[in-house]
């Protein structure tokens, strides 16, 4: 593969730990905390806001989809270990649950640094 962009670099950054779900890599990349009349006795008094940064969910899916066809995010789906997906297929963008692979964090590290 060649250069990862941004988006790619992103994602395979919030699915670094763990396996996370196409909301939660949402979350991570395009929404941020807001603190704002935040107090810990209440739950409800904090909010998520639209990062400065933001990337559309139509671009993370794509981006999603790129990186598994890479070999560099590996899918789960929720009801079986692992899932290789097809191209007649891709209900796995919604369903699964992805991690960076080995080859995945390499290339992640090869672009440490890289902008775009």
């Known amino acids: 593969m060649a250069a990862l962009d941004r988006i790619q670099r992103r994602i395979l950054n919030a699915a670094a730990d763990d396996y996370e779900d ?5 979350r991570s990349i395009s929404l941020t905390f807001s603190s704002h009349n ?5 739950p409800n008094a904090f909010y998520w806001r639209e990062a400065e940064d933001a990337v559309p969910l139509s671009e ?4 999603i989809r790129v990186l598994v066809e890479s070999g560099l995010l590996s899918v ?3 009801e079986s270990r ?7 297929d891709v209900s796995y963008l919604w369903r699964g649950w992805f991690r ?3 080859k995945g964090r390499i290339a992640l590290e090869a672009n440490r640094g890289e902008q775009g």
């Open 82 to 88: 692992t899932y290789a997906p097809t191209s007649q």
């Open 76 to 78: 789960r789906l929720p």
């Open 60 to 63: 993370i899916i794509e981006g």
């Open 38 to 42: 935040y107090r810990p006795s209440d």
């Open 22 to 26: 196409l909301e939660q890599i949402y």
């Open 100 to 102: 960076i692979t080995e």
